[in-house]
């Protein structure tokens, strides 16, 4: 059966992270070089990097860049900034069908061919949380509801029809993103009741692969539910992993003295998440831990059932902790190869680099 990607992302402050992929972490590109770089003239402003059907998507300022996938000529573009059928009022991000193109703009759900041909649009009803995903006829979507006092809830998980309306919740609430500090300088109210803030926090993303639902979900260690198009449960992928610890000195070398953290409590927990990645391509998952050789993080590769294939030390991002999904948001795994965006600062140019999987 031929695979369905699709990914689900999470974060409050999607498109505020998105901007500048290798500033993810202050610049958390490890030292290692990888194995080929792309140069990008063509790229203004580059978010995000998605492949395939034989090409390279490139989520640009205001529309998509597409290259070849066998030798990265540049190929053209497609969509503008505009209000009408296949324009984009806030671009924000990409997703790859099987057959065709998934490109989320504010309340809008646009659908593309894979030569970036304009099909259909759809209107995404005001809610708290990313974007929804089709599986099967229905689509898969994690928001927040308002509470009886009007604050935001938790996202859940629910199975949408084809109008994004609610049908069923499929998966009990979800860690929200932490609120940024505020802008150095901005002053801050003395009399807030000092309240205990998460610097490493766990991790959630959805993706649906051959119309199931895999969740993915820190909280639970290396763990995965797999549920069908329906929500219902069908198995659990566990895997044994190697806690790592948090070393001492963690807490004070992010929190800094700022009047924020003198005003709030910096908490951290003894072990990192179980993993910070996930991704699943042609039948594979691939799971990102903090266990690392030789400066570069484990990917843990499994078939859809959950059968460990390899473990491979190659990955060259660093985890951002306080918002460990843009970094998933920020990469791409296709054919076993990682794909990821970086700014070149003395070419003043964006480039693609690659390192496989081995």
Not at 65 to 78: E, I, T
Not at 99 to 105: A, H, T, W
């Amino acid at each position: 059966m031929k695979t369905i990607k699709v990914a689900v992302k999470f974060s409050a402050f999607l498109f505020l992270g998105q901007i500048f992929v290798n500033r993810l972490n202050g610049g958390s590109i490890l030292q290692q070089p990888p194995v080929k770089t792309i140069p990008l003239p063509e790229v203004i402003e580059a978010r995000y990097v998605r492949v395939g059907h034989d090409r390279v998507y490139v989520v640009d300022r205001e529309s998509i860049a597409v290259y070849a996938l066998n030798d990265f000529r540049f190929l053209g573009r497609f969509g503008r900034m505009g209000q009408g059928p296949g324009e984009f009022t806030l671009l924000e991000d990409l997703t790859v069908l099987p057959d065709g193109l998934l490109v989320k703009c504010a309340f809008k759900l646009h659908y593309f061919s894979p030569e970036g041909k304009f099909e259909r649009a759809i209107t995404i009803p005001v809610r708290f949380g990313p974007k929804p995903v089709p599986v099967g006829n229905q689509y898969v979507w994690f928001f927040s509801d308002r509470k009886e006092d009007g604050s935001l809830a938790p996202p859940r998980g629910h199975l949408c029809d084809k109008n994004l309306k609610p049908i069923k919740d499929f998966y009990g609430e979800i860690s929200g993103s932490p609120p940024p500090p505020p802008p150095p300088g901005k002053s801050t109210n003395l009399l807030a009741k000092k309240q205990d803030v998460f610097l490493i926090r766990d991790f959630f993303d959805v993706e649906v692969a051959d119309g199931k639902i895999f969740v993915a979900d820190s909280r639970k260690g290396l763990m995965i539910s797999v549920f069908d198009a329906r929500g219902k449960i069908v198995h659990e992928i566990r895997q044994e992993y190697q806690k790592i610890k948090v070393p001492k000195g963690y807490k004070d070398s992010v929190s800094g003295n700022s009047g924020y953290w003198k005003l709030n409590n910096p908490v951290v927990p003894e072990y990192f998440p179980a993993f910070f990645g996930f991704k699943i391509d042609s039948g594979r998952i691939y799971i990102i831990t903090p266990e690392q050789k030789e400066d570069r993080y484990e990917v843990v590769v499994m078939d859809l059932d959950g059968k460990v294939l390899r473990r491979s030390y190659c990955f060259p991002l660093k985890p951002d902790w306080w918002r460990p999904e843009f970094v998933n948001l920020g990469f791409e795994i296709h054919q076993d190869t990682i794909y990821w965006l970086d700014f070149n600062d003395p070419a003043e140019r964006f480039e693609l680099h690659l390192v496989p999987v081995r």
